[in-house]
């Protein structure tokens, strides 16, 4: 899969969702290539985004109000999910028509795991380029251990043989600011891995080694997760589907792609190298 590079003139984008882990780095890497930044956020505030960064308030369930954060912009980042309880959007279409109407060529969209209405507009609408990005577990989840690290030097965790290829939230970034501002990934599916396959166990030694302190493992029994999960307040549906990716991750989810340095012409970054980069999170 080689991807031709021959669209870098400066563009301007419209990210939505661009606080959360993978929108924040949507953002920064469209700005270290150049290209012009307009951030949809429903709290603009509390958005805490670079100072060139154009915020405007908006909110996916409500696309009517976005025609105006859609003028002058070629391309569109999107999520699937419309609030904090990952309520699929029902609004692709009327979202997707307004982009067209605005004269939106490019449209990334971030896979939520599974089939989701709003996917299914942009993967079936002929108006626009459209790539999915399919990113495997993100590096940041490791960010779930931070307070058990930095308390007690320990990380408590079931199937602990398990296998990652997880990605650094970077690298997503980098491929949808590529897929966004050149030409030549229309109707791609992108799936985005890290470089090397992981047990928590390596993780664990990697962030470790960052912090310059040991962190015991502590392997919890399958009946143990379920009931710290519960006590977290995780739903049934949550816990179900966690048991299912730890206990049987899915090839995908364990099998390295060449997708970062393909698209990005850089190879992917290392969990070494994040767990360097967030050293102080795991630090009492």
């Not at 661009?18 to 890497?29: D, I, K, N, P, S």
């Not at 060449?258 to 698209?263: C, H, N, W």
């Amino acid at each position: 899969m080689t991807q031709t590079h021959t669209q870098k003139q400066p563009q301007k984008v419209l990210v939505t969702g661009a606080t959360g882990t993978v929108g924040r780095q949507v953002v920064a890497e469209l700005l270290a290539r150049g290209h012009a930044v307009r951030a949809l956020t429903r709290e603009p505030s509390r958005a805490s985004l670079p100072a060139d960064v154009e915020v405007v308030r908006g909110d996916l369930t409500e696309p009517d109000g976005m025609a105006q954060a859609l003028e002058g912009v070629t391309g569109l980042h999107l999520i699937t999910f419309g609030d904090a309880f990952f309520t699929p959007l029902e609004t692709g279409p009327r979202i997707l028509e307004l982009a067209r109407a605005a004269g939106v060529r490019r449209v990334t969209v971030l896979h939520g795991g599974g089939e989701t209405p709003l996917e299914d507009a942009v993967r079936a609408d002929g108006g626009v380029d459209w790539t999915v990005l399919m990113p495997v577990e993100f590096m940041a989840n490791a960010l779930e251990w931070a307070d058990g690290i930095a308390a007690a030097d320990e990380v408590r965790e079931p199937f602990v043989s398990r296998l990652s290829a997880m990605v650094h939230e970077g690298d997503i970034g980098a491929v949808a600011a590529v897929a966004l501002t050149e030409e030549g990934h229309g109707g791609r599916e992108y799936v985005i891995t890290g470089p090397e396959v992981l047990t928590v166990g390596d993780k664990v030694a990697a962030i470790a080694a960052a912090r310059g302190r040991d962190i015991a493992l502590v392997e919890l029994s399958e009946e143990e997760a379920v009931a710290r999960w519960r006590a977290a307040g995780r739903s049934e549906e949550v816990i179900g589907f966690l048991l299912h990716v730890y206990g049987n991750t899915p090839e995908a989810g364990r099998t390295v792609t060449g997708t970062v340095e393909e698209v990005t012409g850089r190879p992917a970054r290392s969990f070494a190298r994040w767990a360097a980069e967030h050293a102080d999170a795991f630090k009492a």
